[in-house]
């Protein structure tokens, strides 16, 4: 193993040339914001050293003092953001996290202009980061050797597609990885005791707690509790959900069994053939529909949150309505076409649908009463120790339930219920869809037979 992971590090790791570039382009931006009497910092992993080779992320943060308005941070910040990027004629974006700050790109780099309040009392989330940014250097400068061991986890990461808590990835961020690697001490450690996690595993990385087990009440929902060593009632795992935890335990058991390093450089993926997709439909006898639409450029966080919403809306009323779905997914590509993807195990229903009522020996009279005048006409009766009626149903195929939803939009985002026109395509005309990411996505969705 320790060959197959020098070879990795060799491939991953920033070389110097890379480095006197980076060190140029931020020093220029820091010496522009300095001249105009601003405070930036270096945060994230430029500043720590343990960021991967080619393309990367700089992180800039503009300290304000903590007596400083919100609403002017946010301003200023913009501002500020704004001047830079037209002082340098880079084109840019306003993002946003806990609140908006500029974003901009140039070559293989992204730029951020975050601003933050510099106080220990934290007044949002982004103040964090920078103290985040001081423990992890102070762990490093005791033990170098693990920048290394975090690069390697990191790409691991990347490689199995679990890198990164943004709204799309759902999975772990830099500083996360950081944390894993200075608990255990090295990439192998990490990978070692994640197979035996087990939901709900909680990490204290400075023994914030003496007491562990208030930490499950505090973060009910967790499948991964990490005690933020800068904030010991933060969760640093909260971003992580139960389906990127599982695939990393499994793709760390997995590893360790058989090392490879098509885990770190995945082979690329290549789309199905339209004949071999129709060929996985038709073997599934299943019915399977999406809903796809145009939309205008939305932030991608707020996009991936709002068709996560959407779709958990349209799931719970096709269930609602007797309708089973077997799985579903959906995709965009993040500019202006986004599709939901349903694969039905039951898709066609009878006439009629058995309603259960109130039980007879436990409900009180005027209760039962307003169900039988309100069921007068199904002819209500008794089975077993409860009130039942067989009434007609509302929709018998899910074509009909899906245009009412379409239509009435309920549950639905908040940008993706300005959407005028969405289109239901029934099996084989969802590979209208000729999107080569789309393909690629649908050939995930329907494994082979």
């Known amino acids: 193993m320790e060959k197959l992971l020098q070879e990795v590090l060799k491939e991953i790791t920033p070389t110097e040339e890379e480095r006197n570039e980076e060190n140029k382009l931020i020093d220029k931006i820091t010496k522009k914001l300095k001249s105009w009497g601003h405070r930036p910092i270096l945060v994230g ?36 953001g704004k001047r830079l990027f037209d ?10 996290a806990e609140h908006p700050y ?27 980061t920078p103290y985040h940014t001081r423990y992890v250097k102070r762990k490093l400068m005791q033990n170098s050797g693990l920048r290394d061991e975090i690069r390697l986890l990191k790409q691991f990461m990347k490689g199995i597609g679990v890198y990164g808590a943004e709204a799309k990835i759902q999975g772990f961020s830099g ?18 005791s994640t197979s035996n996690w087990k939901s709900g595993e909680i990490i204290d990385p400075e023994n914030l707690w003496r007491d562990k087990e208030p930490l499950k009440y505090f973060f009910p929902e967790a499948k991964l509790i990490i005690v933020d060593p800068v904030d010991k009632d933060r969760n640093a795992a ?26 770190f450089f995945p082979n690329e993926e290549k789309p199905a053939g339209r004949q071999e997709l129709l060929k996985r439909m038709k073997f599934r006898e299943t019915r399977m ?32 309505a007797g309708f089973r779905i077997l799985k579903s997914d959906f995709w965009t590509d993040e500019i202006n076409r986004s599709t939901m993807l349903f694969d039905f195990e039951v898709w066609s229903l009878p006439r009629v649908r058995h309603h259960p009522g109130p039980p007879i020996d436990k409900s009180p009279k005027e209760q039962q009463e307003d169900f039988l005048n309100k069921y007068k006409k199904y002819r209500p009766y008794i089975k077993n120790d409860r009130w039942v009626v067989d009434t007609k149903r509302e929709f018998r195929n899910i074509d009909e339930l899906l245009k009412k ?27 209208k869809i000729r999107d080569k990411e789309f393909l690629k996505f649908l050939g995930r969705f329907l494994p082979p037979g």
Not at 51 to 78: M, S
């Open 87 to 96: 002082e340098f004629r880079i084109e840019y974006e306003i993002d946003y």
């Open 238 to 263: 909260a971003a992580v959900s139960a389906q990127k935890l599982a695939e990393f335990i499994f793709s760390a058991m997995e590893f360790i069994k058989s090392p490879d390093k098509e885990f």
């Open 102 to 128: 500029v974003m901009g790109r140039q070559g293989r780099y992204t730029i951020e202009i975050v601003p933050c309040y510099e106080t220990r009392e934290l007044r949002s989330a982004v103040d964090r």
């Open 289 to 320: 529909i999406a809903i796809s639409f145009r939309h205008e450029k939305i932030n991608p966080n707020t996009l991936y949150s709002q068709l996560r919403k959407t779709m958990d809306a349209i799931s719970m009323t096709i269930e609602d």
């Open 45 to 80: 992993s430029m500043a720590k050293g343990t960021d991967l080779g080619g393309e990367k992320d700089i992180d800039i943060f503009i300290l304000f003092d903590k007596n400083v308005q919100r609403e002017e941070l946010e301003k200023k910040g913009l501002e500020i």
């Open 175 to 192: 500083y996360l990885t950081e944390l894993l690697i200075i608990n255990y001490g090295s990439f192998e450690n990490v990978l070692k």
């Open 405 to 431: 939803i379409v239509k009435e939009k309920q549950g639905f985002g908040k940008d993706l219920r300005k959407i005028k026109k969405f289109e239901i395509l029934v099996d084989r005309k969802i590979l």
